[in-house]
């Protein structure tokens, strides 16, 4: 998805897919850089993030991650979001929640945060990639959340991983 596009802006357009379709995983591909359309397009949605000056191989990677259900943001951009976060720009997760969490949600939690896929989570712990799914679920619920970039965020205010 661009965000430039002649009828409506992308960011529009993305809300309106994840409206009908929530399962569809959308990815920008995009000139702009900055954060404010960056924040944007995270908050309609967007399961990646790469700027068109990236390499092909950094879309292939952005569209595979984002239809295995994960999240990939362009690492120069990325930094923008562990930044924004440390500071407390955005919306905090539930304070005490963390005390909610179960000793293998806490585990998941950690290795989402670190950027683990499903499968690599489900190899660490031993146990399935649905499990691990079941359990992102779970956090998110638990912890007020809708995203695997909002799990993140919390994970880093938290102290669970450093940024």
């Given amino acids: 998805m661009d965000i430039g596009l002649p009828d409506q802006s992308g ?15 959308v990815v920008a591909l995009t000139i702009h850089e900055d954060e404010e359309y960056f924040f944007q397009m995270l908050h309609a949605g967007a399961s990646g993030y790469v700027p068109k000056r990236a390499a092909p191989e950094e879309l292939i990677t952005a569209v595979r991650t984002a239809a295995a259900g994960e999240i990939y943001l362009y690492p120069s951009l990325a930094k ?25 949600e806490r585990e998941v939690l950690a290795y989402l945060a670190e950027g ?10 031993f146990i399935s990639p649905k499990t691990v799914a079941r359990h992102r679920e ?3 619920r638990k912890l007020n959340l809708h995203s695997r970039a909002d799990l993140v965020k919390y994970a880093i205010r938290k102290g669970i991983i450093q940024a």
């Fill in 11 to 25: 960011i529009e357009a993305t809300r309106a897919v994840k409206r009908e379709w929530p399962r569809v995983a």
């Fill in 80 to 104: 923008l979001l562990v930044r924004d976060y440390l500071h407390g720009n955005r919306e905090a997760a539930a304070p005490g929640a963390l005390g909610e969490l179960t000793e293998r």
């Fill in 116 to 125: 683990s896929s499903n499968q690599e989570i489900a190899e660490a712990l």
């Fill in 138 to 140: 779970n956090l998110m």
